[in-house]
């Protein structure tokens, strides 16, 4: 069974950081690109960023850089998403998505289930 656990969110004041983990099972991790996405709810789902392999081929989202990075720890199967000097228009949910490495594209196969991030200013 895949599962994907998002972990670190909370409500933070403009100007702070977090960061966001996400555990995962049920697939090898080392040949899955992981992303991240966020929604604001009535709005589209946004994308983040995603990672390939451990240290390169990360890529994110116009404007996501230099706030946001993502990593990965292959032998504890997470991925991480850091934000720093969060502001009130990221307040979302936070969601995390793998796919194998080999595709492309936007579409992602599996997902998790979320957790709130709440910006205040």
């Known amino acids: 069974q895949v599962l994907l656990v998002e972990s670190g969110g909370g409500s933070v004041q403009a100007g702070d950081s977090l960061r966001l983990s996400c555990a995962t099972s049920?697939?090898?991790?080392?040949?899955?690109?992981m992303a991240w996405f966020r929604q604001v709810p009535g709005k589209e789902r946004e994308y983040v960023g995603h990672?390939?392999?451990?240290?390169?081929?990360?890529t994110y989202a116009d404007g996501m850089k230099p706030r946001f990075t993502i990593t990965r720890d292959m032998p504890k199967k997470t991925t991480y998403l850091q934000m720093n000097t969060l502001e009130p228009k990221d307040t979302a949910v936070y969601y995390c998505?793998?796919?194998?490495?080999?595709?492309?594209?936007?579409?992602?196969?599996?997902w998790g289930q979320g957790t709130q991030v709440t910006v205040s200013s």
């Open positions: 049920g697939f090898t991790f080392s040949t899955y690109a």
């Open positions: 998505a793998a796919r194998p490495a080999w595709k492309s594209g936007p579409d992602f196969d599996y």
């Open positions: 990672i390939i392999t451990n240290g390169g081929g990360t």
